[in-house]
């Protein structure tokens, strides 16, 4: 198993729908893990910090479920500027971030 | 709040050549630096781990040679690719913790002619 995996996508979905993404990890001493939103040609900021069972910040929520090792990330009333790749990120060993290949969400009128 | 600057955003050199990246951390200290690369629809490769006063640790698969990486304070981490090659066209970029949060440099888009 990668030691972090994601569905590359992409979600092609219209404007306010929910969409969800999930991302495994093979790491289960992770403690922390982290949402980052990336832009074409751009660096990746943090969305999301997820440090025990879930976090919500407004439309967005995250989960985490140690006992299948996945986080899950929620998008409710999806806008066209949510248009972006989504990147899981667990820290591995020596807390050096491992990052998932991204969801690419489109969100269309 | 915690910052790093990495510089130059976009570069173009001629094949052959050697470029310089420099990370910079503003506010904190950066004991650690990570340099990845990323080519387009890929993930965040991991190159190599610079640690301030000692030799940078490289993922398998890249060059050390090729890629030099200094790290000689606390406030700058450099990746230096030498001898470049079209197939080194990427995105690269830097990021750093402070306690458990990763602070990423804007990236720099190197294109090789």
């Known amino acids: 198993r990668k030691e972090v995996e994601q569905d590359p996508g992409p979600f092609n979905v219209p404007e306010g729908a929910t969409v969800a993404f999930n991302c495994t990890y093979s790491?289960?001493?992770?403690?922390?893990f982290f949402w980052y939103r990336q832009d074409c040609r751009k660096e990746p900021k943090l969305l999301m910090s997820?440090?025990?069972s879930g976090n919500e910040d407004g439309r967005f929520t995250a989960q985490l479920n140690r006992a299948s090792q996945y986080i899950s990330l929620l998008i409710r009333d999806s806008k066209l500027s949510d248009s972006a790749t989504y990147l899981c990120?667990?820290?591995?060993?020596?807390?050096?971030?491992?990052f998932g290949r991204g969801t690419s969400l489109i969100v269309h009128p | 709040g915690a910052v790093v600057s990495q510089h130059p955003s976009r570069v173009i050199c001629k094949s052959g050549t050697s470029v310089k990246i420099e990370c910079r951390s503003l506010?904190?200290?950066?004991?650690?630096m990570f340099w990845y690369r990323q080519f387009p629809k890929q993930s965040l490769m991991l190159m190599a781990t610079?640690?301030?006063?000692?030799?940078?640790?490289?993922e398998q698969g890249v060059e050390k040679d090729k890629f030099l990486i200094n790290h000689a304070s606390l406030t700058l981490s450099t990746l230096t690719v030498t001898s470049a090659h079209p197939e080194d066209s990427s995105f690269y970029i830097c990021?750093?913790?402070?306690?458990?949060?990763?602070?990423f440099g804007e990236g720099s888009w190197l294109t090789v002619v």
């Open positions: 790491n289960s001493a992770s403690q922390s």
């Open positions: 997820v440090y025990s």
């Open positions: 990021s750093s913790s402070e306690g458990n949060t990763i602070y």
């Open positions: 506010d904190f200290q950066a004991t650690t």
């Open positions: 990120v667990v820290p591995g060993g020596s807390y050096i971030p491992t």
């Open positions: 610079s640690n301030e006063g000692s030799k940078a640790t490289y």
